[in-house]
């Protein structure tokens, strides 16, 4: 989770270069292939001299190649084995396997596992065929929180002061265009109260329409959230609600079955009243609840 700098700066436990060290890392993102440090440092804000410094300890501590003849560096066997390692002891990555290819087989849509990575969703899982070609995500690609069906989902299962938390973040960082996506993200509210799913239809990319749906463990990991999406055209609103929606959370739940004590008990559904301006969803996503 990103630490604000006055936070940071007033965490005595903070080692402030491990966090800079990371972020290099964190740089890198899927069919990138090579950065230099010019390319880092616009990623992560951060000077280029120190960038400098920290790709040649990253590199003499072997979680980079440099690639001299390009002047740029790559992640190395060292950086991608941390990757391994924490997808091998996500054991419902595996455990949900065979249950997201179900699901895809029965509707055609890509179906992915994702978790939190700040204002993202990272895929750590994902079951895709021919069919779902227009849409381009696989384990490690990155989608935002705000906008997407597993986003929303993941953002209404956190306990109510980690939501609040990410709410200061959304403002902070996305400015003037935060009023429309909180919107979306009340609206969200509402249909996990009355539905248990939530959809984005063209909100984060025009072409891509999905549902969504979150898993809470009671193993302190967690929350999880899965989707299932595909192009627009294929995946209609109507589509989406009457038939993916549903399909979906059936889904979560024969895994919630499958995972016996270790999944959270659902909360009671109630049918929410139809909230006006001010309503308690709406509290809630100004940060108020």
Same mark, same amino acid.
């Given at each position: ?25 964190? /740089? ?57 390692? /924490? ?22 849509? /890509? ?13 750590f899982g994902q079951s895709r065929s021919s069919m779902t070609v227009g849409v381009q995500l696989d384990v490690g690609s990155r989608i935002p929180i705000a906008t997407t069906a597993m986003g929303r ?18 403002? %902070? ?64 609103? %109507?589509r989406l609600r009457n038939d993916i929606g549903p399909r979906l959370l059936a889904m979560v739940r024969n895994i919630e079955a499958a995972l016996g004590g270790l999944a959270a008990p659902q909360p ?22």
């Amino acid at each position: 989770m990103k630490r604000s700098v006055k936070s940071a700066a007033t965490d005595r436990n903070f080692v402030v270069a491990l966090a800079r060290g990371l972020d290099v890392l964190r /740089a890198f993102r899927p069919n990138d292939g090579m950065l230099g440090n010019q390319e880092i440092a616009a990623r992560t804000n951060l000077p280029k001299p120190t960038i400098s410094r920290l790709t040649y300890t990253l590199t003499k501590l072997g979680y980079l190649t440099p690639v001299p003849r390009f002047e740029k560096y790559q992640l190395a066997p060292a950086a991608m084995a941390l990757g391994y390692a /924490a997808l091998a002891n996500l054991g419902i990555r595996s455990l949900s396997e065979p249950f997201r290819d179900e699901l895809m087989r029965q509707t055609g849509g /890509a179906c992915a596992i994702g978790a939190r990575d700040r204002l993202s969703m990272i895929y750590f899982g994902q079951s895709r065929s021919s069919m779902t070609v227009g849409v381009q995500l696989d384990v490690g690609s990155r989608i935002p929180i705000a906008t997407t069906a597993m986003g929303r989902a993941y953002f209404w299962a956190l306990p109510a002061e980690e939501r609040a938390q990410l709410l200061r973040e959304f403002r %902070e960082h996305y400015g003037s265009r935060w009023a429309k996506m909180r919107d979306g993200l009340e609206q969200a509210g509402e249909m996990v109260a009355k539905y248990g799913f939530v959809i984005s239809a063209g909100e984060w990319q025009d072409d891509v329409h999905a549902a969504g749906v979150a898993l809470t463990l009671n193993d302190g990991t967690g929350p999880y959230a899965f989707n299932c999406g595909a192009p627009a055209f294929r995946f209609t609103e %109507e589509r989406l609600r009457n038939d993916i929606g549903p399909r979906l959370l059936a889904m979560v739940r024969n895994i919630e079955a499958a995972l016996g004590g270790l999944a959270a008990p659902q909360p009671k559904k109630t049918e929410p009243k139809k909230n006006k301006s001010g309503g308690k969803v709406a509290r809630i996503v100004e940060g108020l609840g």
